[in-house]
């Protein structure tokens, strides 16, 4: 098996990065709940992600599997995500009856976040055509070596219950099932350090 390689981001990386995260996120059951049509979510996501997830570049905790087939977006700890510009992005492209329920979802999944320090992962995504390959393993595995390192939590809240085998065997513990009204749920989940 060929090494697989794994750069932090940088700024020139960034829109390569973040496509990978588009076009693998076209099936994820919340975010096309919330953004059905097709040109709208191709239009909105990467705004949406460069609000939940972009300060990952900042702090150099961006990361991609050479060739962009893969990507990770973390948050170190101290290091909360644009709430302000997350919530107008939604309230700007999403139907006012599902925008609602996923507001509602937004607050009640905050209430698992940990409040003591931790590395926060709001996306991972690999490449549709190179999913089932074991790079999702080794952007998780890559990413946690900081935590144990440092005896630090790691969090994520995982919105597809076909992930929640690979977040568990990389020993995270799934916390709850978070749904509101008909979004689809989340799985807020939390990893101690190993």
């Known amino acids: 098996m060929t090494p697989i ?3 932090v981001a940088s700024d020139v990386d960034e829109d390569q990065a973040i496509a990978v995260a588009v076009q693998a996120f076209s099936t994820d059951p919340l975010m096309r709940w919330a953004m059905p049509d097709p040109h709208q979510f191709l239009e909105v996501f990467p705004a949406y992600l460069r609000a939940v997830a972009g300060r990952a570049f900042d702090h150099r905790s961006a990361y991609y599997i050479d060739g962009f ?9 101290g290091i909360s ?3 302000e510009a997350a919530i ?12 609602e329920e996923i507001l509602a979802l937004m607050e009640r999944v905050g209430k698992y976040h940990p409040t003591q320090p931790h590395w926060y992962l709001p996306f991972m ?13 080794s952007l998780m595995r890559h990413a946690l070596m900081p935590c144990d390192h440092d005896g630090t ?7 597809s219950r076909e992930n929640l085998a690979l977040y568990e065997r990389h020993g995270f513990e799934v916390l709850a099932t978070v749904q509101c009204g008909t979004c689809p749920p989340l799985f807020p989940m939390v990893r101690k350090p190993r």
């Open 5 to 7: 390689d794994i750069k």
């Open 69 to 77: 087939r893969g990507s990770a977006f973390w948050l170190p700890p």
């Open 81 to 83: 995500f644009d709430e």
């Open 88 to 99: 107008d992005v939604l309230q700007r492209n999403v139907a006012p009856d599902r925008l």
């Open 125 to 137: 995504a690999v490449e549709a055509r190179f999913q089932r390959k074991g790079l999702g393993s």
């Open 153 to 159: 939590l790691a969090y994520l809240e995982a919105s």
